[in-house]
T-cell receptor
Framework: AQSVTQPDIHITVSEGASLELRCNYS??????LFWYVQSPGQGLQLLLK??????LVQGIKGFEAEFKRSQSSFNLRKPSVHWSDAAEYFC??????????FGAGTRLTVKP | KAGVTQTPRYLIKTRGQQVTLSCSPI?????VSWYQQTPGQGLQFLFE???????NKGNFPGRFSGRQFSNSRSEMNVSTLELGDSALYLC??????????????FGPGTRLTVL
């Protein structure tokens, strides 16, 4: 069965520090991979997505993610976190002819 | 281009009532998907409509239904509301639908509270 796991429910980092949010998936087919961000009371905004090709994907707001097929992972990274990055982050996985599945989310707190 | 809009933004109902939520997709988008977001279950897929036809459905009871109009606007209906239906209901639109890997654009959601 297809599933998405975000192992970290809550992460706290200091402003200016680097960030890595983990995402692991289980899918039978070649997946489409997404990272979304949700600010309080808002809908989801797409940060980046991976379909094929280069396994390192650049997104908006300085985020990037790397697809590692051997580890079934699609971790999100940012070299220097800003206070405005505090939000909830969702990894999502889809595949041809399947609906999209979301991870449980990781809440990011940024310390000044 | 205007984004996805959802109305109303907030709704309070009592158990046993029914509710209708509305979603207007981005112009030109033919696919509309609905999701339920709760603290306990996270984001769960309800259903997807494409060109007025339900194309995919999640694992929700028949009390949850939807439809799509010829202008791609979509409504979802929940009948006989239960306390557990309290959630943020998100609508997302895309050109070809999530099963193609197409990017989905989300609306701000409708916060439904069932008392």
């Amino acid at each position: 069965a297809q599933s998405v796991t975000q192992p970290d429910i809550h992460i706290t980092v200091s402003e200016g520090a680097s960030l890595e949010l983990r995402c692991n998936y289980s899918y039978g087919a070649t997946p489409y991979l997404f990272w979304y961000v949700q600010s309080p009371g808002q809908g989801l905004q797409l940060l980046l997505k991976y379909f094929s090709g280069d396994t390192l994907v650049q997104g908006i707001k300085g985020f990037e993610a790397e697809f590692k097929r051997s580890q079934s992972s699609f971790n999100l990274r940012k070299p220097s976190v800003h206070w405005s990055d505090a939000a909830e982050y969702f990894c999502a996985v889809g595949a041809r002819n399947n609906d999209m599945r979301f991870g449980a989310g990781t809440r990011l707190t940024v310390k000044p | 281009k205007a984004g996805v809009t959802q109305t109303p933004r907030y709704l309070i109902k009592t158990r046993g009532q029914q509710v209708t939520l509305s979603c207007s997709p981005i112009s030109g988008h033919r696919s509309v998907s609905w999701y339920q977001q709760t603290p306990g279950q996270g984001l769960q897929f309800l259903f997807e409509y494409f060109s007025e036809t339900q194309r995919n459905k999640g694992n929700f009871p028949g009390r949850f239904s939807g439809r799509q109009f010829s202008n791609s606007r979509s409504e979802m209906n929940v009948s006989t509301l239960e306390l557990g239906d309290s959630a943020l209901y998100l609508c997302a639109s895309s050109l070809a639908g999530p099963a193609t890997g197409d990017t989905q654009y989300f609306g701000p959601g409708t916060r439904l509270t069932v008392l």
